[in-house]
């Protein structure tokens, strides 16, 4: 330690500044000076967890509250980095409201706030100069300040966030003329059957999951010009009137249709506008079967070289949009499947692919399968697919064996399959 004690100030704090903050408080203990150096680390992180069984919750309360209070006070007006708040356990807002208000005077860059109050977000974070990351859990935001300006955000996350207000997002987004990285989660507006417009020329990756959970649905667009990330999971809703997504490079969509199916939702401009992607991951059943029921609205997808699309108990139900984005994939490198290739058809082979010449054209060079459980019509499948996919250069296949003996017989059988192509390699990986 007293090697620890010759090092300059600066020094001690950045070292302090990698502990959480109970963590570096308790070296206060150590010396004098030593008391209240923890407190001017740029990294303070707050959070009121559930108090030990010895300990009354009013106390607990009481000591975090004093706690925070102490931090902020003893370190003065020095800089702060990185600021996080937890709260649900009923700190009152005129607390949280004064240490808000306290770090953002001193030109806070990174903001994560998720404290339990009877009032709204305070207008002066939507008018903070100096944020470059926001992150805010369980707010209502009946409506922003006339003068809201984050001038220098790059990042927003919005977790269990509502809007009260129409207009409210809308004015948030185009307050961050910088934004680059959009993450909500479980966002909800008052009134859900309207049009919500995305529109942020700046934005570069979005995600959106569960948008909303209403009954009713709505329209949504996407005016993002110069967004390469896109990851959307929610309901498809009734329709996509403005899909601007030309510079996107990566999609993954997980999207399910409420009841009544196709005859209540379109998501045909969606799917158009994915046109220049060139990774396409599918992450769930009822997606894939989306692009099929909707497969008249595929573009060529003529960057696409990465397709993922996840299968579920019955092979052939779920991909029976496959084959038609195959057709549409003239330069795909891989393709990988996720889930099962057994099926519950009569035949052995999946009926989307029997009678089909888009696997003998398929540029598809490396197929990667997972979950493969090594029963007949399985292995048909796969039999089916090296047979007709005559570019293939790679198969990798992940399976599981109860033993070492049924781990011999699957691998067996797999590399004893004939192959269309005499460079094609399989890779066999049971655990």
Known sequence: MDRISDLPDGIIIRILSFL????????????KRWRDMFAFTPNLHFALTKPKQFLPFVDHRQNFMDFVDRVLAVSGNSA???????CRLGVGSAHTNRWICNVLNRGVLDLHLDVKAQDSLIFEVFACKTLVKLKLNRFEIPLLPEDASLPALKTLTLDYVRFYNLGAFEKLISACPLLEELLMDYITWELWKCSHILSCPTLKRL????????????SMSFDNPNLVYLEYSDFVQLHY???NLDS???AKLG???KEGGPDNCDPSNLIKGLRNVEILNLSCPETVEIFGIFREAMPVFENLFHLSITSEVDFCSSVSSLPSLLNKSPNLHTLVIKGFLRHDNPGSVCECFLGCSRLLSCPVKVLELTEYEASIKELEQMKHFLEELSCLELV???ASAKDDKEKLRLTMDLLMLPRASS???VQVNVS
């Open 396 to 398: 990798k296949v992940c």
């Open 80 to 86: 702060i980095r990185s600021f996080t708040l937890k």
């Open 248 to 250: 996107l490079v990566e």
């Open 20 to 31: 959480l903050i109970d963590e570096a408080a308790s070296t206060s203990l150590l010396s």
């Open 207 to 218: 995600t959106t999951k569960c948008l909303g959970f209403s009954v009713e649905l709505g």
């Open 255 to 257: 999207l399910t249709m």
């Open 241 to 243: 009137p403005v899909v």
């Open 423 to 425: 460079k094609c390699k």
